[in-house]
């Protein structure tokens, strides 16, 4: 089950966090994997550790808010793939205090980031009437978050474009669909506790932590599988769905 043997992927964001534990479960899995990341020393490493695994990859140093540098990836690529859009950064502040320039930011990587993908990539899974889309949305889809006012706009939008997508291709035999983490351990959550907690970096962990009814951040192994299963054949039927993965967040906090 879940073979990738002969399937080329397109992850981006693949230099660290979900996207690096993406790109490993593909390789693992037998998929060609194409690396995108704007950092060309995380590919690089990462690739290095595909190739430990004995999978293969290649790596591209793009911006996905620069739409020319997509659709020249996609080009360069050229055929129907599995795209999986992990790009994405994240954003504190409230409506009140969010300057314009960071809300523009947020906007450029997480809403046309995205949209640069999908337009770069879809007319080559049309041409072959298959394809496979999974977009990286968040909790904040689904229950306010306090202090994350872009951020949560942006994962609106990732959830709009979705079912859009996944309506307008039904027909051409292209799936789309997004999964809805909660909070993850990724080297963003120790950036961000190392910048305002300094000192208080394992308690402010453990107290982000207890927030998931679950009593932990998940792994990025653990948001990679349910992305390897909902990209993978065995799930042929699904289309047009978000996933929460969550630790019990968005039910069972009351």
Same mark, same amino acid.
């Given at each position: 089950?879940?073979?990738?043997?002969?399937?080329?992927?397109?992850?981006?964001?693949?230099?660290?966090? !979900?996207?690096?534990?993406?790109?490993?479960?593909? &390789?693992?899995?037998?998929?060609?994997?194409?690396?995108?990341?704007?950092? &060309?020393?995380?590919?690089?490493?990462?690739?290095?550790?595909?190739?430990?695994?004995?999978?293969? *990859?290649?790596?591209?140093?793009?911006?996905?808010?620069?739409?020319?540098?997509?659709?020249?990836? +996609?080009?360069?690529?050229?055929? +129907?793939?599995?795209?999986?859009?992990?790009?994405?950064?994240?954003?504190?502040?409230? +409506?009140?205090?969010?300057?314009?320039?960071?809300?523009?930011?947020?906007?450029?990587?997480?809403?046309?980031?995205?949209?640069? *993908?999908?337009?770069?990539? !879809?007319?080559? /899974?049309?041409?072959?009437?298959?394809?496979?889309?999974?977009? /990286?949305?968040?909790?904040?889809?689904?229950?306010?978050? #306090?202090?994350?006012?872009?951020?949560?706009?942006?994962?609106?939008?990732?959830?709009?474009?979705?079912?859009?997508?996944?309506?307008?291709?039904?027909?051409?035999?292209?799936? *789309?669909?997004?999964?809805?983490?909660?909070?993850?351990?990724? #080297?963003?959550?120790?950036?961000?506790?190392?910048?305002?907690?300094?000192?208080? %970096?394992? %308690? /402010?962990? %453990?107290?982000?932590?207890?927030?998931?009814?679950?009593?932990?951040?998940?792994?990025?192994?653990?948001?990679?599988?349910?992305?390897?299963?909902? *990209?993978?054949? %065995?799930?042929?039927? !699904?289309?047009?769905?978000?996933?929460?993965?969550?630790?019990?967040?968005?039910?069972?906090?009351?």
């Amino acid at each position: 089950m879940f073979s990738y043997q002969n399937k080329t992927a397109v992850v981006t964001g693949a230099g660290s966090g !979900i996207g690096r534990a993406v790109a490993h479960v593909f &390789a693992k899995q037998g998929a060609f994997v194409h690396l995108v990341d704007l950092n &060309a020393d995380a590919l690089s490493v990462v690739a290095g550790e595909i190739s430990d695994l004995n999978g293969k *990859c290649s790596t591209h140093t793009v911006d996905v808010t620069q739409q020319a540098a997509v659709i020249a990836l +996609a080009k360069t690529i050229n055929e +129907a793939v599995i795209l999986v859009n992990c790009a994405g950064i994240s954003h504190i502040g409230r +409506a009140d205090n969010t300057t314009e320039a960071d809300f523009d930011r947020v906007y450029q990587v997480n809403v046309k980031g995205i949209y640069n *993908c999908l337009h770069a990539f !879809i007319p080559y /899974m049309q041409a072959k009437k298959q394809g496979t889309i999974l977009n /990286m949305a968040s909790i904040a889809n689904n229950t306010g978050l #306090p202090d994350r006012f872009a951020y949560s706009m942006s994962k609106g939008a990732v959830l709009g474009m979705t079912l859009s997508v996944a309506k307008d291709y039904i027909q051409q035999g292209i799936r *789309c669909n997004c999964i809805s983490p909660a909070r993850v351990h990724t #080297p963003f959550v120790d950036n961000f506790l190392a910048k305002n907690y300094p000192g208080k %970096e394992a %308690e /402010m962990f %453990e107290k982000l932590s207890k927030t998931q009814p679950i009593g932990r951040m998940a792994e990025p192994a653990e948001i990679a599988n349910l992305i390897l299963y909902l *990209c993978s054949d %065995e799930a042929a039927f !699904i289309t047009g769905c978000d996933y929460p993965i969550d630790g019990g967040f968005i039910k069972l906090n009351n």
